[in-house]
């Protein structure tokens, strides 16, 4: 099969693009033929080598966290899903290949694809939409009522997040650049603030949640627009020795992100709120969720760019220049089934 991948981590020069053998579904696993796979940061992060100490991957690793596409072949114990099925899915952490015209899904991590979206639009909804859910509503335990704030807004993540949460009935502020304003509003944030004008803690206070998305000077500064007992969600920056405990690793190395992530736990404590750090884990019960807000028109997908499978290097360079408003979608199924070249 045709698939993007690594055979040592490195910039995007060594991602390759040819033949590899195609996987088979085991026991519980679905074989998903890949119409569209959607481009994360962890993508860039994983294929740099960023992640290694935690998802110790071997080679070749084919590339890709998420996808749509069509179920051609299901293992031993699947129950909910059969040959022909069109599902949506974030691969497991440990097993992923979405860049590749097959790839093998747990039956645990897929849902069904939302009859009223493309393979190219459900592509771009698993990982960024699941992380969205799992901060507002997992660990941040958002409700209707209670007031939330978050961190670029226009970005993949950021964009189902004010959907999600204003869905969920919060009040919504979003720092976002003044080009995409009317977005944020037409997503439904209540209050947009212009972080290239604006300082956000000027313009909002007494947050039950703060969804950081930006790490570094941001995150800091978000502490005190949290009211005492509010939550600080994370994606960016880095993460505490808990994510150590959560998969197994070296209790060493724990100790050193816990030093490492001093400062935020130490201005979580002076404010008397929570800082949390979330490593996305898939799940096709929350995906079917966001699947049926998809479906009824709750919350739609804001697509950037679209990319043919052989120019995956340019959605890779394209999302991690960090200037996309949404998501960056690699189209499978059109580049092999118009026969183009790999170079």
Do not use: C
């Not at 997040?161 to 439904?188: K, S």
Request: no cysteine; charged share 20%; glycine share 12%.
């Amino acid at each position: 099969m045709k698939a993007a991948f690594i055979r040592r981590y490195g910039g995007n020069a060594v991602v390759e693009l040819g033949e590899l053998p195609a996987p088979q579904a085991g026991p519980g696993e679905l074989l998903v033929e890949v119409h569209a796979a959607s481009v994360n940061p962890v993508d860039f992060k994983i294929r740099d080598g960023m992640l290694k100490m935690i998802l110790p991957f071997g080679f070749p690793l084919i590339l890709g966290n998420d996808l749509s596409g069509v179920v051609k072949a299901v293992g031993a114990g699947v129950t909910r899903f059969r040959p022909g099925d069109a599902v949506f899915a974030r691969m497991d952490k440990r097993r992923i290949g979405a860049f590749a015209e097959f790839a093998v899904v747990a039956e645990a991590d897929a849902a069904a694809k939302p009859a009223n979206l493309s393979h190219v639009e459900a592509a771009a909804v698993p990982l960024a939409g699941l992380t969205a859910w799992q901060a507002l509503f997992e660990i941040g335990g958002l409700k209707a009522g209670q007031k939330v704030l978050i961190h670029a807004g226009s970005g993949g993540v950021g964009t189902f997040a004010i959907q999600l949460a204003r869905h969920a009935g919060a009040t919504v502020a979003t720092t976002v650049g003044a080009r995409n304003a009317e977005l944020a509003r037409n997503l439904g944030a209540n209050v947009v603030i212009d972080y290239k004008s604006q300082r956000f803690e000027d313009v909002v206070s007494g947050q039950d949640l703060v969804f950081d998305t930006q790490a570094g000077d941001i995150q800091h500064r978000s502490f005190a627009v949290l009211k005492r007992g509010g939550v600080l969600v994370s994606i960016a920056g880095k993460p505490d020795g808990r994510l150590v405990r959560e998969f197994g690793l070296n209790p060493l190395l724990g100790v050193l992100l816990d030093f490492l992530s001093r400062k935020s736990l130490r201005l979580a404590k002076r404010h008397g709120v929570r800082y949390e750090y979330l490593f996305m884990h898939p799940s096709g019960e929350q995906l079917a969720q966001i699947g049926r807000l998809l479906a009824d028109g709750s919350v739609r997908t804001v697509i950037d760019k679209v990319f043919p499978l052989e120019q995956v290097r340019e959605a890779l360079a394209y999302s991690e220049a960090g200037h996309a408003t949404g998501k960056v979608v690699v189209e499978v199924k059109a580049a092999v089934s118009q026969g183009l070249t790999f170079p």
